[in-house]
């Protein structure tokens, strides 16, 4: 039973080019989040979907950034042009259901974005 | 505003007793996890408390106190293989899926 699964692990682009990120949720869970870790800084929540809908998309920019959660295949994280500020650790969690119970998330090993 | 603060680093002896603490101030609270992650990981889950108390779970336990908003994490008998950042996230009562989450305090495990 494979755990989240995220890749790459490492992505390197220059600026101004387009990076994806790919997340697959352990096998029966319907629940993608997604979050942004700084160097020396704590986990920051971007987006949550379920398939093919997002819920909630607060902790995403307006701007340039873009998640989707597709009915076949992984959860997509998508960056447009890229700039030196995105260069961060992108973690993927799933969990089996959402909303009203506190269900514990299962963390990928997350793809870190170095933007040069 | 929500704020979760943890001290940044601590330093501790193997084989010693080490208590992490976290004080939380959110909108809503509807329970607190306690993850591990080691440099270069994924965080793991070590812990919930959702009701005042101290949970046991081998050699970490964790405590919560939700009138002073208050939580910490116990380690005994450190290893050295604990060396790492301990998180602490607070799920939010209005949206349980979401977890503030605080900047993780660095353990360093010393012979």
């Known amino acids: 039973n494979a755990g989240v699964m995220q890749n790459p692990r490492h992505l390197v682009r220059r600026r101004g080019q387009e990076a994806r990120l790919r997340c697959s949720p352990m096998k029966g869970h319907s629940h993608v989040y997604w979050y942004r870790q700084l160097p020396e800084e704590g986990l920051k929540f971007m987006v949550y979907l379920q398939k093919e809908n997002i819920i909630d998309e607060s902790g995403m920019p307006k701007e340039r950034f873009s998640a989707e959660f597709p009915k076949e295949g992984p959860s997509i994280l998508r960056i447009q042009q890229v700039v030196r500020g995105d260069s961060a650790a992108y973690f993927c969690?799933?969990?089996?259901?959402?909303?009203?119970?506190?269900?514990?998330?299962?963390f990928g090993q997350g793809t870190r974005l170095t933007v040069v | 505003g929500q704020n979760i603060d943890q001290p940044t680093e601590m330093t501790a002896t193997e084989g010693a007793i080490v208590q992490i603490n976290c004080t939380y101030q959110t909108s809503g609270f509807n329970g607190l996890f306690w993850y591990q992650q080691h440099a270069g990981e994924a965080p793991t889950f070590l812990s919930y408390?959702?009701l005042d108390g101290l949970e046991e779970k081998g050699r970490f336990s964790s405590f919560l106190s939700r009138s002073k908003g208050y939580s910490y994490l116990l380690l005994k008998e450190l290893q050295m293989k604990d060396s790492a950042s301990y998180l602490c996230a607070v799920s939010k009562a209005d949206s349980n899926y979401q977890l503030i989450w605080g900047a993780g305090t660095k353990l360093i495990i010393k012979p």
């Open positions: 969690a799933s969990s089996p259901q959402g909303g009203q119970e506190n269900t514990e998330a299962f």
């Open positions: 408390n959702v």
